[in-house]
């Protein structure tokens, strides 16, 4: 198993609206990713459902500005 495959079996959360995101920035945007923005996503997608959820929906920040950025992207990501 590749280690995109991998991404993408983790990106399959138990909430549809993460799956819909996270697949969505991991097709468009991993791929042309710096490296440090590929390993805070899967730094990501080790948190828990609510968490993330709340990162993304933008009711929590995290401390790092970095995965800010990352978290940015990866809304954007769902809207193109």
């Given at each position: 198993?590749?280690?995109?495959?991998?991404l993408?079996?983790?990106c399959?959360?138990?909430?549809?609206?993460?799956?819909?995101?996270?697949?969505?920035?991991?097709?468009?945007?991993?791929?042309?990713?710096?490296?440090?923005?590929?390993r805070?996503?899967?730094?990501?997608?080790?948190l828990?459902?609510?968490?993330?959820?709340?990162?993304?929906?933008?009711?929590?920040?995290?401390?790092?500005?970095?995965?800010?950025?990352v978290?940015?992207?990866?809304?954007?990501?769902?809207?193109?």
């Amino acid at each position: 198993m590749s280690e995109l495959d991998r991404l993408r079996w983790r990106c399959r959360r138990g909430m549809r609206e993460l799956d819909v995101l996270l697949l969505g920035y991991l097709e468009r945007q991993y791929p042309t990713a710096t490296v440090e923005q590929q390993r805070i996503f899967a730094d990501l997608l080790e948190l828990q459902d609510m968490q993330l959820y709340d990162y993304l929906l933008g009711r929590a920040t995290p401390a790092d500005a970095a995965v800010v950025d990352v978290i940015e992207t990866i809304r954007t990501a769902a809207h193109a």
